[in-house]
DNA sequence: GCCATCTTTGCATACGAATGCATTAAAACA
DNA sequence: TGTTTTAATGCATTCGTATGCAAAGATGGC
């Protein structure tokens, strides 16, 4: 039916019988149109299946809508879910997203660099904690509000958002020793990154304030693989931890794993816990307890401090954190059950 | 540094002593330029910190380089990790991906498709199975490229590019038969797509060919509830099956979190297959039988067509099937072991 | 019914880069 | 060296829409 050929406000002009500013006036939201017109308008948009375009809109106004979104690796189910909310949340505002798959050679960043400059991004979020401090920094250079999701970057003057890592940490401690732990261990987030430091540090102010030192502490680097190698490497100590905390649920399910695949049982012998509360952390097979990144509340406040920013470029960046609750499930021992 | 106004060509040129046209031609491949000419365009460039806006070169051109990438779920890991696959092979392609999350309301889905149209995007691959026939037949009408990954619509005269379902349906029939299992239920893929469909076909016509009629068969929707319940409601019955073929990983997941839930073991019990072979079908609390969907063939498949449809509009369409290999490990009972 | 005020509307231009055409400079050839 | 061919460059126009400005129209007050 509708022709592949491209419809413009101009032919939608013709055949409404006004002129292309009214058209594109019919289409901007607060301008100056008669009831009428903008009927007619209307009536020949639909009739011919116009549609205005985004791309010619955007030089214009030197807005072009599109968000761009940085990020990694898609394999820790957190960064899925969080995209999916992005997305929305942003589609809600009227913008749209661009998505960039950040591999971390420096070749490739310098073109992702570029590139997202080239299609004039109105914004961008960084959903990953593995992308350079390099990178953030030259997009702030280019002007472009920017906002961090999930990992801060300390005296950047960036904004970001995360949940209180630090605190979760704590929390972390406080409900281990609570539930007679006394060796607890920690593999941790990759420390290269405020997110899992922040965590680690919560943990370790935690246990002191119960007057315990960390049984082990070894970098996870976030990875699968390296977190279940330190698990084996832990349990064969002579005195192995009788709980771990590790830096995110996308870890810990390794970390089960690989304790189970020796024959120790979560939690009778070794609890664990994680961080993110992912869709799967609630699954059977590994039931575990973990502290809840909230989310909504954390991709709401990203999509907000963006849009602001956005708005304001003079306004200033703020680094927000979100508090973090405690999902108790089964893969720790609880104040109170037996050991 | 860099300020915040814009960069254009024009400046560069008047900085290089050169026409602007002159600036185009250094960046635009296969123009016609003197090397010394490029040399100082290249260095005023650098100088300036300029970049081509994509979007004036979308708008002469009529090429945007943006493919719209529409998906409706990420809680299966299979679509995150396509994403992740799709992304980078299409940036190595000189594209670009604008994300789209489809809820599936009627309204939204509209909302969604003048979006697509509006940005110009030269092509769609759309990576869900639960996208709406309208919205697919629409993109077509409109003349852009389309192909639908991981689903079919026979006779729509769309390309997609799936694994060989029914063919994978049928091993995992064969292969369970040759366990000696003879109850064999299936907790199928949304029955109104194709690629539920067809997996759910090979596999009744695999138990034909042995002689065998499924032993129970219920549509999972893709929904983990949907298919615990499903799993559930089967193992009660009087005579429950000996093994069950799930649609997909995601489901199969819940399938063995439920049956464990009611104290049976796989796969002494009862033997889960699953389809996809998503990376957490490997993990050790799962370690699930499963038919493997080769992900870096299918989207090599998909770019390699969309693109080919882009470069020439008149191409027919193709329905790509590539073969999808049963991988064997510990939730089903294989050929030879014990009952 | 007339003038002041507020809306509508069209005209013309701008956004930033690509490209056909004509012109000029350089290279190739005799 | 003169002429033909080729490569390099600039000029002007184009893509599709938004918007300042001025003119025209509608509205209201008295």
């Not at 119960?210 to 490497?233: M, N, S, V």
């Not at 907000?304 to 973090?324: F, K, V, W, Y």
Request: net charge neutral; hydrophobic share 45%; aromatic share 6%.
């Amino acid at each position: 039916m509708s022709a592949g050929g491209k419809i413009t406000s101009i032919d939608v002009a013709r055949l409404a019988g006004v002129s292309q500013s009214a058209v594109s006036r019919v289409f901007t939201p607060g301008a100056s149109v008669a009831p009428k017109t903008a009927a007619k308008v209307r009536a020949a948009a639909k009739a011919l299946g116009y549609r205005p375009n985004s791309l010619a809109r955007a030089m214009i106004t030197g807005k072009s809508r599109i968000i761009g979104l940085v990020v990694a690796y898609l394999d820790n189910q957190f960064y899925p879910v969080a995209i999916e909310k992005l997305s929305h949340a942003l589609q809600n505002k009227g913008y749209h997203v661009l998505l960039f798959m950040a591999s971390n050679t420096a070749g490739e960043m310098e073109r992702l660099m570029e590139d997202l400059l080239a299609y004039q991004v109105d914004g961008i979020i960084t959903a990953s904690v593995a992308i350079s401090n390099d990178v953030t920094r030259r997009c702030a250079d280019a002007g472009i509000p920017l906002v961090m999701f999930n990992r801060g970057q300390p005296g950047s003057g960036l904004s970001s958002v995360t949940s209180a890592n630090a605190l979760g940490g704590r929390k972390v401690a406080h409900f281990l020793v609570a539930g007679g732990h006394r060796r607890i261990a920690h593999i941790s987030g990759w420390q290269g990154a405020s997110t899992g430091r922040d965590r680690a540090r919560g943990l370790f102010e935690g246990l002191a304030e119960a007057g315990l030192e960390p049984h082990a502490a070894i970098d996870g680097l976030y990875d699968r693989a390296t977190a279940a190698a330190a698990a084996h490497h832990m349990m064969q100590a002579a005195t192995p931890p009788d709980a771990i905390f590790v830096g995110n649920d996308h870890m810990a399910f390794a970390v089960i794993d690989a304790l189970r695949a020796i024959g120790l049982r979560v939690p009778q012998d070794v609890s664990v816990v994680g961080y993110d509360d992912v869709p799967m952390a609630a699954w059977g097979a590994y039931d575990l307890t973990t502290v809840r990144q909230p989310l909504a509340r954390m991709v709401e406040a990203t999509v907000e401090t963006l849009l602001a920013q956005i708005e304001d470029p003079a306004r200033a960046a703020q680094s927000i954190e979100i508090d973090a609750p405690l999902i108790l499930r089964g893969s720790a021992r609880q104040p109170g059950e037996a050991p």
